[in-house]
């Protein structure tokens, strides 16, 4: 049986990210290559969640536990990046 702190973060996480992803705008007036940048970071965050997801369902919860943390991690990078925009919520994103 997996470690119930283990679930707490796992469901902790998982909500925090999607609510992340919710949330999460790119910013407007990027020039193309800005553009590019948020589109992959997006990408990275949506598959990156999915994977855990995917995992957490597998029972696999220290695996769905990393990728939920890789899915926020480039949500929050994006914001520290002036590409994203998160409405200066500090409880859903690191902000700069």
């Given at each position: 049986?997996?470690?119930?702190?283990?679930?707490?973060?796992?469901?902790?996480?998982?909500?925090l990210?999607?609510?992340?992803l919710?949330?999460i705008?790119?910013?407007?007036?990027?020039?193309?290559m800005?553009?590019r940048?948020?589109?992959?970071?997006?990408?990275?965050a949506?598959n990156?969640?999915?994977?855990?997801?995917?995992?957490?369902?597998?029972?696999?919860?220290?695996?769905?536990?990393?990728?939920?943390?890789?899915?926020?991690?480039?949500?929050?990078?994006?914001?520290?990046?002036?590409?994203?925009?998160?409405?200066?919520?500090?409880?859903?994103?690191?902000?700069?």
């Amino acid at each position: 049986m997996a470690d119930e702190k283990i679930l707490e973060k796992v469901k902790k996480y998982r909500e925090l990210t999607e609510r992340a992803l919710g949330k999460i705008k790119k910013i407007e007036g990027l020039n193309e290559m800005q553009e590019r940048i948020a589109d992959d970071f997006l990408s990275m965050a949506k598959n990156y969640f999915s994977d855990a997801k995917y995992f957490e369902k597998k029972g696999d919860f220290l695996t769905a536990l990393s990728a939920y943390s890789y899915a926020h991690a480039w949500l929050d990078a994006g914001i520290r990046s002036k590409i994203f925009d998160g409405e200066m919520n500090d409880n859903l994103f690191t902000l700069p």
